[in-house]
Structures are given as structure tokens and as C-alpha cells.
């Protein structure tokens, strides 16, 4: 039990990683992003194409892929989402999927669709233990630098002028807009900052297992589910919601694993029907 | 997409070219000759439909090139009956999915009118598209399905396969690891949750209890599983095991070696699938590739000949040279394929050569050599040659010499293998 904890731990941090974008659009943007996924594979894929194609070691890779990534967000944030954020949420639903849809196609087209996984040589110990488990050197860096990423985000939200906005225009936008907040700028900055996340999370993962462009879609349901577990408006309740889908995916696949999914799913209506607002979340008023 | 030599002419003066060759050629024959004879007269139309995109794109490409290159090999003609023709292909992306295989084949068969199926890749697949050319009364060959299925759903009669059995592909690993000293007392499965797999372990078993070497476990996991590591912890809490085996896909072995190896999990043999020679888990796996064993149908250092090709190696170079990359054995396998149709329609009536009822019975009588290896077909139309020849991985940089069986045997097999 202990081991499928400290495993479940470790890949909980890129769950966390991920979901944070996913969480703040929807609290800040007000849109469930079905494209969130495909900023995911995207920063993990670009992260492959440059270390092994250009030949960029692992971290600059890593940090090229996610700003890339972000800037791939805020241009769909500018380009489409922009457009039609204050329509009906079905429509916006159903843009955010075309979207998701049409990029992974052409990532499909361009870059083919096989499975690919990144080496990454680190010249680490191959690590140590914790009780009786075993820990990967590069498994705990990788999780060492989520929490850290995470740290970053939550100062970034908390100290700093664009995270007042960001704050601002989640909580009241018109009275954002009235105190001269820029609400189109704040949403693309988000967005970025959404992308930039889930970009780094996705450059994590490439280096851990494989991914390949359909896999998006896992990806906008496990920011979901993080969601749904940790509560909305919290960074918090995220961190937490992704640490424990991270175990929950791990021990269900590790129990039970032909019904993992089902499992994992289980759990998620089980949190929509007795803790709506999650874990963190500040009560259902907070949903928009 | 067509792989005709020039392209596919779909021009509007083409068209009515056509149109108007077919119109007095009715009227000045007086009759209606078949359909499918006038829109392919002067060519041989083969047609198949492969998953160009999705999980399986990389070997489908690799079909795809193998039956381009045959075309190429036979410069885009071939001997029917006696009068040369041409060669033209059809090839569609059915994205592995078997509905999507049925309406094309349909498509193939009734708007493209091809003379020629070759077979899609994976068992559902090649069901659904075997079920459509039965229906037509057509033959396909097929090399993209191993499962026992084919056999007994439409083999010999509508299909002709040129793979061996699924419940084979890991007989042969199995007896030489059995020959080791000392020899293996246990083995660990992972097995994925599809029937073709389940074959696979099936033979495995089997052969195993013949050799008194005890299943420990049995670890079942989904078809689109992702994470190993749950699967590499159980292992590892299994305690010493002297086999594990992955008989799946060349994206399992990289994932399951990856975790085994992180784990600090070392078996004295690791069976890592039939599709170990694939580039990318090389390309993956590094150095942590020594010592894995992989099963093929096929390598370079066979000494096979056919009509075209005086050794695989041969096959292999101008393969290589033509699409810029080195193939797994699913070149060969595709390019057998239309060769085989190429042999079985060399003495086909004059008067009507693709009647596939006897070009069927053709296949049947079929018996000839080629750089895949030795064809012919049981009752069931499985090819009488199955069985795979064991590889094992060598050195830092690795490389895949064939180890088993010993008529074969390009260099001493390693165990216990190193550790990862």
C-alpha cells in the first residue's frame, strides 16, 4: 500500500501540473476548455521534437515547449475564444472541442500519431528509498518541479499585478473592467499562463511515458476529475485534487486494473453527488 | 491514394475518354462483358484499406510501402493469364476502425472495382472486411491478423493468411530459453486485454507447461493502458522471477522496460514482443534494449529467394535505399501479398482471370518460394510455414541477431541477461 501511494504521489504532481491551467480558465474565463488536453500533448510532444530533433537538452526544451504552448493558448484565446466566451457555454463547449479536434488532427498530420516517449540521460543516482519503496531519482526531480511550478503559479496569482487582475476578473469582472482592467488582455494572459503550465506538465510526462496526439481528451478529463476532487477557484484544492487522482489512478490500475477507468469515474460521481464544490472549493456559489 | 505508375488520371477528358471506349466497345461487341472486366481492362486493381492514422500508423505504413515496393519491383506489370498488365493500387485510411474497413472494402469492391484484395491490419478488422468480400465472392490475402479467428470465421474460403497463428508467435522463444542452463523455473505474463493476445498467451502457456516452467502471474491490463509502473510494482513484489514476458506491441515493451527498469525489476529473460525490431523502441530504449528477446517472422539473414530477389538481405537494401528507412519483417510480409497474387494469377484463364472462385482454388494449389519464406496455405488458408525466430538484442548500442532456432542462429544467445 505504501508503495502504491509514494507511485501514485509521484505522477499526482503532473496530474496537479496539468489541471491548473483547466481550473484557472474556468474560474477566470468561465469556460470548460475541451481543448485543454491538447496543450497537454502539445508542450510534451514540442519537448520531444526539440530535444531529439534539434538536439536541445531536456530543461531548455522544456521551458521552449511550455512557452510555446502558452503562446499556442493565448492565440486560440485571441482568435476564437475571445469571440464567443459571452455566448451560450454549450457554444463555447462546442468551439473548444472543434478546436481541440482540428489541432489534433493537423498535430496528427504533421507530426503522425504514434506513441513517443522521451530518454532523458540525468546522470542521477537511480535513486533511493522511502520505507521500503524504492523512489526514481527523476521521477522525485520531476515531482520536486511540479511542486515548485506550482509555487511559481500561486505567487504569480497571489503577488503580482497580473494575477490581481486574473483575481479580479474571477471574482467581478465588471468591476474589474471598471477599475481599468484590460478583461480581453487578462484572458489572453491567462490563457498563456494555462497553456505555459500544461505545456511544462506535458514535457514532464513525455519523459516519464509516452504520449501521441489522440491522447488529449485523457488529459482534459484528468484536469476535469483533478477539478472535480481538489474544488474550483482553489490552487490549493487543486494541488491536493491532483495528488490524490494521482493515487487513485494508480491504485485502481493497480487493483483492479481492466476496470481502472471505471473506477476513477466511480469516484468522480461520487464527489459530484455528495462534495459538488470539491474538497478546497469555496461552495457552490463560486461556480460560474 | 493511388500508387499507379503516373497517378491515378481522374481528368474530365479521361472521363469521357473512358466513357466513350466503354460505349463502343458495347455497342461493336454486341455484349456486355463483365463490369469489372472493362473498367480494369489493361490493369490488375489491387485495393486494400490500412490504419494510416492512429495507434498503428507507423507498421501500416510500413504495409503500404511493402506494396509499393512490389510494384515497383515488378515495374508496374505483371503476367496474367499469360498477357502482361499493369499494376495499380488503391490504398484507403481505415483508422483501425472495422466499420470503417467494411465501407471500404464495399467501396474497393463496388465504385473502385478492384481486382485484388489485400488484407487489413488486426483481427476485427480483417473480420469486418473478410465478411464484406465474402458476401462479393472475393478473395483476400492478408498479413495483419494472426488470430485464430480468421481461421475459423472465413479462412480458406474467403481468407488466405500469411501469418502464422497468434497462439505460435512465442513457441519458439520459449523452447530456447528452455534450453538454457540453468534452466527457467518461472514466468510472469503481462498480457493485454484483446483476443489476439490472449492467443499469444495461450501458446505461451502451453509450451511453458511442456517445459515445467511455473506461471507465477498473470497480469491483465487494458488495451489502451498508458501507465506500466502498477504493473512493473506487481512484478517487482513478486519477488525473482527468471521470465517475464510482454507478448504485445513494440509501445508496451518500451513502457514495461522503462518501468522494470526504474523499479530496479531484473528478471534472467525478458520476452518484449514481436515487434522489438521496430526503430522506435531501439530509438526508446537505448542501452536498456541488451539482452531483450524479441520473436519475428522474418529477418535479413534468411536464405529465402524469390522471382525478384535472390535473399532477403537483397530485399532488404533495396528496400532500404527506395523509402530511406530499415524495415520490420512487416515489409516482407507486405510484399508477399501481392506477390503471391502475382503467382497464383501467372496461369489464370485467359478469359476471365480474376474469377475469384478460381483464383481462390488457385491460392489453394499455390506453392512457392519467396524472400518471406517458403508459401503455401493449410485448409484453413494459413500459411504452412508459421512459427518465429527468437532475436535477442547485443551491446551498448544494440543489435538484433537471430538466436534461435539453431539452423538460423546468427550468434549465441545471452542468459541471464544483464541487468537493465
Given at each position: 500500500m505504501e508503495d502504491v501511494i509514494i507511485y501514485g504521489l509521484l505522477r499526482g504532481g503532473i496530474y496537479a501540473l496539468a489541471a491548473f491551467g483547466f481550473s484557472l480558465v474556468l474560474g477566470v474565463i468561465g469556460i470548460v476548455n475541451f481543448a485543454h488536453g491538447v496543450f497537454v500533448v502539445f508542450g510534451g510532444l514540442l519537448t520531444h521534437y526539440l530535444a531529439t530533433?534539434?538536439?536541445?537538452?531536456y530543461v531548455p526544451a522544456l521551458i521552449l515547449a511550455a512557452v510555446a504552448t502558452g503562446l499556442l493558448a493565448g492565440l486560440i484565446q485571441r482568435l476564437f475564444i475571445a469571440r464567443t466566451f459571452t455566448s451560450e457555454p454549450l457554444m463555447v463547449l462546442v468551439q473548444t472541442f472543434g478546436i481541440a479536434t482540428v489541432v489534433t488532427e493537423l498535430g496528427i498530420h504533421y507530426w503522425g500519431s504514434q506513441e513517443r516517449v522521451l530518454r532523458v540521460?540525468?546522470?542521477?543516482?537511480p535513486g533511493f528509498f522511502i520505507g521500503n519503496t524504492f523512489v526514481p531519482s527523476f521521477d522525485f526531480v520531476l515531482f520536486l518541479l511540479s511542486l515548485i511550478s506550482a509555487g511559481v503559479l500561486y505567487l504569480l496569482i497571489q503577488k503580482t499585478r497580473f494575477g490581481r487582475a486574473v483575481r479580479a476578473c474571477r471574482d467581478e469582472r465588471q468591476s474589474a473592467q471598471l477599475n481599468g482592467i484590460n478583461l480581453s488582455r487578462t484572458f489572453e494572459q491567462t490563457m498563456f499562463v494555462s497553456g505555459a503550465w500544461s505545456g511544462l506538465a506535458g514535457g514532464m510526462f513525455i519523459a516519464l511515458s509516452p504520449l501521441a496526439p489522440y491522447m488529449d481528451f485523457d488529459w482534459t478529463i484528468n484536469s476535469f476529475l483533478v477539478m472535480v476532487i481538489g474544488?474550483?477557484?482553489s490552487m490549493v484544492g487543486v494541488l491536493v485534487g491532483g495528488l490524490i487522482f494521482g493515487v487513485l489512478a494508480f491504485a485502481s490500475s493497480f487493483y483492479v486494473p481492466t476496470v481502472a477507468p471505471a473506477v476513477t469515474f466511480s469516484i468522480l460521481l461520487l464527489f459530484l453527488l455528495f462534495r459538488p464544490q470539491g474538497l478546497f472549493g469555496s461552495g457552490q456559489g463560486t461556480r460560474k | 491514394m493511388s500508387r499507379e505508375k503516373g497517378g491515378l488520371d481522374l481528368s474530365r477528358r479521361s472521363i469521357l475518354k473512358s466513357a466513350a471506349a466503354g460505349g463502343v466497345a458495347l455497342f461493336t461487341a454486341g455484349i456486355v462483358p463483365s463490369a469489372r472486366a472493362q473498367a480494369t481492362a489493361g490493369k490488375v486493381h489491387f485495393g486494400c484499406s490500412l490504419?494510416?492514422?492512429?495507434?498503428?500508423e507507423k507498421v501500416a505504413r510500413i504495409y503500404r510501402d511493402g506494396y509499393d515496393f512490389w510494384a515497383r519491383t515488378v515495374n508496374y506489370e505483371i503476367t496474367v493469364g499469360g498477357k502482361t498488365m499493369g499494376v495499380r493500387w488503391t490504398v484507403y485510411d481505415d483508422e483501425n476502425n472495422p466499420s470503417r474497413v467494411a465501407q471500404l472494402t464495399e467501396k474497393l469492391i463496388t465504385s473502385d472495382r478492384v481486382n485484388c484484395i489485400a488484407g487489413a491490419y488486426g483481427t476485427d478488422t480483417n473480420l469486418a472486411q473478410s465478411a464484406v468480400a465474402a458476401r462479393h465472392k472475393f478473395a483476400v490475402i492478408q498479413a495483419g491478423a494472426a488470430s485464430s479467428r480468421i481461421d475459423e470465421e472465413v479462412g480458406g474460403h474467403t481468407t488466405f493468411t500469411l501469418v502464422g497463428a497468434a497462439s505460435s508467435y512465442y513457441l519458439a522463444a520459449i523452447d530456447y530459453l528452455a534450453t538454457k542452463t540453468p534452466s527457467p523455473k518461472t514466468i510472469a505474463l503481462v498480457v493485454v486485454d484483446d483476443p489476439v493476445y490472449h492467443e499469444h498467451a495461450a501458446g505461451i502457456r502451453e509450451r511453458c507447461a511442456s517445459h515445467n516452467i511455473k506461471i507465477v502471474a498473470e497480469e491483465m491490463v487494458p488495451l489502451n493502458v498508458q501507465d506500466f509502473r502498477p504493473t512493473a510494482l506487481k512484478l517487482k513484489n513478486l519477488?525473482?522471477?527468471?521470465i517475464i514476458a510482454a507478448p504485445a506491441w513494440d509501445v508496451v515493451c518500451i513502457k514495461l522496460v522503462q518501468e522494470l527498469s526504474t523499479l530496479g525489476v531484473q528478471p534472467k529473460a525478458f520476452i518484449g514482443g514481436h515487434l522489438t525490431a521496430n526503430p522506435i523502441v531501439k530509438q526508446s530504449l537505448g542501452s536498456r534494449l541488451q539482452d531483450v528477446i524479441g520473436v519475428t517472422l522474418w529477418a535479413p539473414s534468411l536464405k529465402y529467394k524469390d522471382p525478384h530477389f535472390a535473399s532477403p538481405a537483397e530485399f532488404l537494401e533495396k528496400f532500404s535505399s527506395t523509402y530511406g528507412y530499415t524495415p520490420t519483417y512487416h515489409a516482407a510480409m507486405a510484399y508477399a501479398i501481392p506477390l503471391t497474387y502475382e503467382q497464383a494469377l501467372k496461369?489464370?484463364?485467359?478469359?476471365?482471370?480474376?474469377n475469384q472462385e478460381k483464383l481462390k482454388a488457385a491460392l489453394r494449389a499455390l506453392s512457392y518460394d519467396s524472400v518471406f519464406g517458403p508459401v503455401s496455405f493449410n485448409e484453413k488458408g494459413r500459411i504452412r510455414n508459421e512459427g518465429m525466430p527468437v532475436l535477442q538484442w547485443f551491446g551498448a548500442d544494440p543489435v538484433a541477431k537471430i538466436v534461435y532456432p539453431e539452423s538460423m542462429a546468427e550468434a549465441d544467445g545471452a542468459y541471464p541477461k544483464a541487468p537493465w
Open positions: 530533433k534539434l538536439g536541445l537538452p540521460e540525468t546522470g542521477l543516482p474544488g474550483l477557484g | 490504419p494510416l492514422t492512429g495507434t498503428y519477488g525473482p522471477v527468471d496461369n489464370a484463364d485467359p478469359a476471365d482471370p480474376f
